[in-house]
C-alpha cells in the first residue's frame, strides 16, 4: 500500500517561533503537496514540488516556504507562525504522468498557533 | 486559474436513501476529475473519478456524472449506509498541470 507519513499529527507552537512539517512517502512518487484545510474554504494548495530541489508555489504560499532535498521527502516550513495559520495541513504525493496519476495524502497535521 | 465549487456544503440523508453531490468546474481544459472521502481522523482517500472523454462511471454504489457542456459533475451515491457518513472532496485537473484544484467538500450525513 502507498503510505504518506506526516511526522505529527497534533502540534501546539508559539506566535513567531519556526515550524516545521516533516511528510515521507514511499511509492517513489514525483509529486509532492502541501495542502491546508479549513472549514468552508476545503483543500487549498501551499506549495507544491514535481522535483528534488523543484517547488512551486500554490494559491496561498505566503507566510510559508518548503525544502525537497530528497525524493522522498517534502518539508513544509512556517518561517514565523502566526495565529492565523492555525490548521490542519495534509500532505499528498502523486505520480507525474501515465494513467495512474491518483493523488495519495497523509493522515494529517492539525497545528494550532497560540 | 480554475475555479471548482461545490454544493451542498452539508447533506443529511436516511440510510437507505441516494446522496448527490453537485460540482461545477471553470476550465474548459481541465480533463480529470476525482473524488475524494475523509473520514473523521483522517486524510481524504480517492474513492472514484472520471477523465473528460467519458461522461459516466459507476463502481457499485458510486456513480460520477460529468457533463463538459455545462461544465459540472456530479457524485451519486445509492442505498446509503451509515459508514458513508463523511466529508466528500470534488477536484479538477487541468492537461500539462500536476495540481488538483478541491471544492469546499460536503458533509454527509447518513442517520440509520
Partial sequence: DVKVTQSSRYLVKRTGEKVFLECVQDMDHENMFWYRQDPGLGLRLIYFSYDVKMKEKGDIPEGYSVSREKKERFSLILESASTNQTSMYLCASSFVRGLNTEAFFGQGTRLTVV | ?112
Fill in chain 2, 1 to 112: 486559474g480554475e475555479n471548482v465549487e461545490q454544493h451542498p456544503s452539508t447533506l443529511s440523508v436516511q440510510e437507505g436513501d441516494s446522496a448527490v453531490i453537485k460540482c461545477t468546474y471553470s476550465d474548459s481544459a481541465s480533463n480529470y476529475f476525482p473524488w475524494y472521502k475523509q473520514e473523521l481522523g483522517k486524510g481524504p482517500q480517492l474513492i472514484i473519478d472520471i477523465r473528460s472523454n467519458v461522461g459516466e462511471k459507476k463502481d457499485q454504489r458510486i456513480a460520477v456524472t460529468l457533463n463538459k457542456t455545462a461544465k459540472h459533475f456530479s457524485l451519486h451515491i445509492t442505498e446509503t449506509q451509515p459508514e458513508d457518513s463523511a466529508v466528500y472532496f470534488c477536484a479538477a485537473r487541468a492537461p500539462g498541470f500536476q495540481k488538483l484544484v478541491f471544492g469546499t467538500g460536503t458533509r454527509l450525513l447518513v442517520s440509520p
